[in-house]
């Protein structure tokens, strides 16, 4: 996590570092595809077409999240995958998919608009498999990940 919100925070400090010229946009644009391809290739999965906190191939399987500590000692299982890369999906699509609209507007090419229909889809899917995991009171009962 701390490296994807470093590359995000530091994208307008590139921006401006690379003395980038008001008319041409062509080094922004190269150096935002360079974060967009870095970041998608450590942090996205394309069975979710959710980006993850952690690179996903160390997001832990099902099996080892269920066996994650309790976050607090009175024992409440950790429901929500905490410490894992996956409890924060939601959050970091939802930025994620709010640049691409902004990126749309200025640039209104088809490479964006596919970008952004994957991102949604994941978070509709993840509400999907939340909401087909809870049970009567409202519990989550199972945990979103690539299964």
């Given at each position: 996590?701390?490296?994807?919100?470093?590359?995000?925070?530091?994208?307008?400090?590139?921006?401006?570092?690379?003395?980038?010229?008001?008319?041409n946009?062509?080094?922004?644009e190269?150096?935002?595809e360079?974060?967009?391809?870095?970041?998608?290739?450590?942090?996205?999965?394309?069975?979710?077409?959710?980006?993850?906190?952690?690179?996903?191939?160390?997001?832990?399987?099902?099996?080892d999240?269920?066996?994650?500590?309790?976050?607090?000692?009175?024992?409440?299982?950790?429901?929500?995958?905490?410490g894992?890369?996956?409890?924060?999906?939601?959050?970091?699509g939802?930025?994620?998919?709010?640049g691409?609209c902004d990126?749309?507007?200025?640039?209104?090419?088809?490479?964006?608009?596919?970008r952004?229909?994957?991102m949604f889809?994941?978070?509709?899917d993840?509400?999907?498999?939340?909401?087909?995991?809870?049970?009567?009171?409202?519990?989550?009962?199972?945990?979103?990940?690539?299964?």
């Open positions: 996590m701390k490296i994807l919100l470093s590359i995000i925070l530091l994208i307008p400090f590139i921006a401006f570092s690379q003395k980038i010229d008001c008319n946009n062509s080094a922004l190269s150096k935002m360079e974060l967009w391809n870095g970041s998608k290739k450590l942090y996205y999965s394309p069975k979710t077409n959710l980006f993850y906190t952690r690179p996903v191939v160390k997001v832990p399987p099902p099996e999240m269920k066996a994650l500590k309790p976050l607090k000692k009175s024992g409440v299982p950790n429901w929500h995958g905490g894992s890369g996956t409890e924060d999906c939601s959050m970091l939802g930025i994620i998919l709010a691409l990126r749309y507007k200025v640039l209104k090419d088809d490479e964006t608009i596919n952004a229909r994957a889809q994941g978070l509709i993840e509400l999907r498999r939340i909401l087909d995991g809870l049970d009567r009171r409202g519990n989550i009962l199972g945990l979103i990940l690539f299964d």
